[in-house]
């Protein structure tokens, strides 16, 4: 029942990026119609390989940072005050369940999202420049020599995957901390914007690196001061994301209804 009602709750924001995904496509589809067909798309297979994956990297990364806020303030602590939360606090189920069984249904709606907009960001971007990635060597992890550049693929399905589910975890918790969904995104993002801040400043001024959900940060070569492996900071991250829901229980438990 709960699973049913999330996803008539969120339907709508779902269908809406959807739409503009598509509409993204159509247009990206006609620019590189146009560069191929003027030959402004070259390059050794090592660099389309980048290109590809680079690009569904980063409509993928979108599409975690917008989703995970619009799932996660979508849960039983925003809907407290209204007649609809009223109706499931009443009903014979406990409010861990409503918690968890709200975080599950964003996480696999936000992830099965995701998993759509990089299988489907793909594939365009194989029909535009080609299988490339048969001719190189390390798919999944190689460097380009001239620029120094390096792609490691698992970490870059981490980050996202990462960024969807901190995001979301915080999102859906100070959701139900403030009974508000409108206001757990705006404190989300108020605390979201003042680590990185507080992160860049540390790194400016002291040389301290925190632990960071970019990509970039992750693979930082040479490590900076107080670095993390990227293995570590995932396992990190993760326990991070699990802690939000049992904050999120806890928080309901103590709530008069």
Request: with cysteine; glycine share 10%.
């Amino acid at each position: 029942m709960y699973f049913w009602k999330f996803w008539r709750d969120t339907r709508r924001g779902v269908f809406i990026y959807l739409g503009l995904l598509l509409l993204g496509a159509i247009l990206w589809l006609a620019g590189m119609y146009r560069a191929n067909r003027f030959g402004h798309i070259s390059g050794d297979a090592t660099v389309l390989w980048m290109l590809e994956i680079g690009v569904t990297f980063a409509v993928s990364y979108m599409c975690a940072l917008v989703m995970a806020f619009i799932t996660g303030n979508n849960n039983v602590g925003a809907d407290i005050g209204k007649s609809t939360g009223d109706f499931l606090l009443t009903r014979p189920r406990s409010r861990a369940y409503f918690v968890w069984a709200g975080w599950a249904a964003g996480i696999a709606e936000l992830f099965a999202l995701i998993t759509f907009t990089a299988a489907f960001v793909f594939v365009l971007c194989v029909w535009a420049v080609g299988p490339v990635w048969r001719q190189v060597k390390s798919p999944a992890h190689f460097s380009i020599a001239d620029s120094g550049g390096v792609m490691d693929l698992w970490l870059m399905v981490a980050t996202v995957l990462l960024t969807a589910a901190v995001i979301y975890g915080l999102t859906n918790f100070m959701s139900v901390m403030l009974r508000s969904g409108h206001r757990g995104v705006v404190w989300s993002i108020a605390i979201l914007f003042g680590y990185s801040i507080g992160s860049a400043l540390l790194k400016q001024f002291a040389g301290i690196t925190l632990p960071s959900l970019s990509f970039a940060d992750m693979a930082s070569h040479p490590p900076q001061a107080w670095y993390l492996a990227p293995g570590v900071q995932i396992v990190g991250w993760s326990l991070l994301s699990l802690a939000f829901p049992f904050a999120a229980q806890i928080s309901l438990d103590r709530v008069d209804i």
